[in-house]
């Protein structure tokens, strides 16, 4: 089966997920708010921490959970382990468990993403699903059950995650399930109703983009030398 394997103990690994978290680059938050928007998505860093020791461990332990299956208590027990072993306060339960949902959530929805668009000519439609419960936020809600055609621009801007802690998928369809469930094709943007009449309604702030599809392109304009020389070795 194309990007999966077997793991340690035998379940099996989404590869493409690994491989996408694997690509990413560790920066520091100085460095991470210098970059075009574009290319954050294929970087990675944690607030309150520049140590390129520190973030890498972060970035391993990521990879590890979505290599292995490791759960967020042994994520946050090995970082607290580690943090405190080299002189560093530990980090919050709760910020940890904000970098490990959205990151390993990524990485699954970037696996995801490239799956779909390798079946894209036996399964061109791509539909919006949410987790359907009171806790769904009403930006999200807008896009629940939508299809759009695979290629369909939207997806550049509404593949999940689309927030912290964004529980949303896509799933693919095939034209003779769209039309078999009396599915509408939809051509246009979510929108929601205001004052003003039907506006659009885009993902959470920082969200707007589609991580699987987006290159490392730092724009380093305003590194100096060292940095430069830095990222360009990283590459």
Known sequence: MDGVKYGKTGEFVFQDAVDFLSSKEAVSKEVYDTLEKESKDRAFTVSHYTSADVLNQFLKELVDAVEDGTTFDSFYENMTTFLERNGYASINPWHADVIFQTNVQTAFNAGHYENMNAAKKYRPYWQYKTAGDGDV???????????YAADDPIWNVWYPPNGY????????????QVERRGLQISTKPPTS????????????KGFSNNPATTPWKPDMSNFNETLKSIVKEKK
């Open 137 to 147: 936020r009403e930006t999200h809600a807008a896009m629940q059950d939508k299809v």
């Open 193 to 204: 109703l205001t004052e003003m009449g039907d506006v659009p309604v885009f993902p959470d």
């Open 165 to 176: 802690r964004c529980r949303c998928t896509v799933v693919s369809l095939t034209k003779e």
